[in-house]
């Protein structure tokens, strides 16, 4: 096999209570990643559509190059690799956009090269991308997005990525305000420290929303899909967002937050219906106080990146 097509998922990180730890995959959108092996050695982007002229081609500052010059470089391959990036999903949209071009493009290679890593493995190649990108190597979003499902970062130093089984059928209604937000700068304003009280809360909340997955408990998602570190300071970023998270709490959502930096927003719903009427009201209410959005509708998607 010489060339591959592949799509790659787009993802929500933290999830409310797990800031740069819980991240999950959506079924759509995502991007589409061709790749050829080709005799010249060395990465080249050769083409990009759907960015409207922002993404730079060089493999070095483009997330679907940097983390395949790493896996390269371990490797120590000399094979020559052409990428055709095709964005399929919004930029600074707190997506996981950057997340799902590294994702694609490292699945693609390392499947041509007859899968010398394991999807797990190329997280950290993933991650060198996510620097580069937002000068922040965390890995909510690509480890979602390789691995597909629910994920928990247990730690950073050293990586320990657990993918935890969810025993509920969950849907996913995502909002997304058409602004930019850029991630080193949603990081920047974070405070470096946080209380105690804040600590216990944020605590138990991301422990029982672990547990209400494993277990299936609607009941205890919900109560446990609350942020109360991050959330507060990043929703002055997006315009309207309490209003948007009212209409979706209102409308059954067992949970609804901010999406990785933002300034998308997510609500879950138990299952597609209620995911549609919820999605529907949160459109309405950003529509009504003049937010252009789009909104999509997914599952979780629990296989991360697939060939076309
Ligand atoms: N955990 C990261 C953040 C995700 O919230 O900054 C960025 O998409």
Redesign the pocket.
Known sequence: MKEIRVFAPASV??VACG??IFGFALDEPGDEIAVKLVKEPGVRIVRISGDEGVLPLDPRKNTAGVGVLKLLEHLKSEVGVEIELHKKMPMGS?L?SSAASAAGSLFAVNALLGSPLSPKELIAFAMEAEKEA?G?A?A??VAAALLGGFVLIRSYDPLDVVQIPVRAELHCAVLHPKIEIR?EM??KILKNEISLSQLVVQSANAAGLIAGLLQGDLALIAKCLKDVV?EPVRAALIPHFYDIQKAALENGALGCSIS??GPSIFAIAKDRNEAAQIGYAMKEEALRNGLDCDLYLSSINQKGPKVL
């Open positions: 990180a933290n800031f740069d707190g996981g937002c922040s965390h909510d979003n991630t949603a990081r991050v990785g930096s």
